[in-house]
């Protein structure tokens, strides 16, 4: 289903073939966490904003409006009118970020909505059924994130628990595909590696679960708290683990050039809120860096956000008007610099591939790890 294509050092270039589509790594994954992109962009329009996956969440659509609604009406992918791949998280980093509402036992979480307060259970079974139910490309395993740094002691303890309860996933989901009415029997499983910041850990959690030969493999834990250079690090003691036919996907990350740098590690998938979360505030990505809209500098700025982007803002307004739609708080302007946003991060991943094909991945590495994280310079 994998094949690399080709590698440059530990930068890989490869395609996942899916039944729902290819998918050309290295990949970066537009999320739409309850089955929309917060923005107000609809699926098909993903599609000219050079996406490739769509990425959702298990816990969110479990809560509203109910995944076996999901089911009934045909699945995610066409509930959202989206006709590509689609990833769907398993709704353990829910149980992380919901900490204060949770209980953790072997078999699995109890927590409360944060919708309503109703008592939540979900382990690996529950988290595979939800994931059928939305009938996406790609499941991901329930699995325990926890925070960094963690005591080692519980470290290594949620490890087990992890690595059991992938097992329970893989033997839920095998059940899954096989039912007359589930709507995509070929649903994928990607495994997930966790250890906090710990390389024993970190690297014994990598070999004992690529045994387990899942479709995929994900690094988790990591932009949870750590220092951005122990992400790094992490990343490195993990990849020579990893089995060199299979995908590898780095959860939650992250800005520009972290995609860059992971790539540079040997990293193939990538998510993030960042790009429609910082766009709804008016922070942009450019080639040359990160541009504030809502500086006055930009109050009589003619020109697009950046020249020469094709992605639906740039080709029609200008600087100044997207910044008075903020200022005016219509709900266009924060549409249209999300779109800026999901073009860029997309076109970013095109232009890696690219660079890949051409074996220059090198020189464009060292090119734009500079640049993508500094301010637009002056007068640009």
């Known amino acids: 289903m994998f094949t690399l294509l080709k590698q440059e050092k530990r930068a890989r270039r490869g395609v996942l073939k899916t039944v729902h ?24 329009e993903l599609r000219e904003l050079h996406c490739q996956v769509e990425l959702s969440n298990t816990y969110h659509l479990h809560v509203r409006p109910g995944d076996k609604l999901i089911h009934d009406m045909g699945g995610l992918r066409k509930f959202m009118n989206w006709d590509g791949p689609m990833l769907t998280d398993s709704g353990g980093f829910q149980v992380f970020s919901l900490a204060k509402l949770r209980k953790i036992t072997e078999e699995g979480v109890r927590f409360q909505s944060h919708i309503d307060g109703a008592k939540i259970f979900m382990g690996p079974e529950e988290s595979m059924q939800i994931q059928s139910n939305l009938a996406s490309t790609i499941a991901m395993a329930f699995d325990e994130c926890v925070s960094n740094p963690a005591p080692y002691a519980y470290a290594k303890q949620s490890v087990e628990r992890t690595t059991n309860w992938l097992k329970r996933c893989i033997a839920e989901m095998n059940r899954l595909n096989q039912l007359p009415e589930t709507i995509n029997p070929h649903q994928m499983l990607f495994g997930i590696n966790q250890g906090s910041v710990y390389p024993d850990l970190r690297v014994d959690h990598m070999k004992r679960i690529a045994e387990l030969d899942c479709d995929g493999y994900a690094i988790g834990g990591l932009a949870v708290g750590e220092e951005t250079q122990v992400m790094y690090e992490m990343i ?46 008016g922070n942009l990505f450019t080639w040359k860096g990160k541009l504030n809209l809502l500086n006055e500098k ?73 640049i993508l994280g500094e301010r637009v310079p002056d007068g640009e």
């Open 21 to 44: 589509g290819d998918i050309q790594t290295p990949v970066f994954m537009n999320v739409g966490t309850s089955g929309a992109i917060k923005g107000g962009i609809s699926g098909p």
């Open 236 to 281: 490195e003691v993990v990849e020579p683990e990893m089995p060199v036919d299979k995908p590898r996907y780095l959860m939650g990350v992250g800005t520009p050039c972290n995609i860059l740098e992971s790539v540079w590690r040997g990293v193939d998938f990538f998510d993030c809120v960042m790009p429609s979360r910082n766009a709804r505030h």
């Open 298 to 370: 930009y109050i009589r700025d003619d020109r697009p956000i950046e020249e020469g982007c094709q992605c639906p803002a740039c080709r029609s307004f200008s600087r100044s008007y997207i910044r008075h739609l903020f200022k005016s708080q219509e709900m266009l302007g924060m549409r249209l610099a999300v779109a800026h946003n999901l073009y860029f991060y997309n076109t970013f991943t095109e232009q890696i591939r690219q660079a890949l094909d051409e074996d220059r991945f090198e020189s464009f590495y060292r090119k734009y790890r500079d």
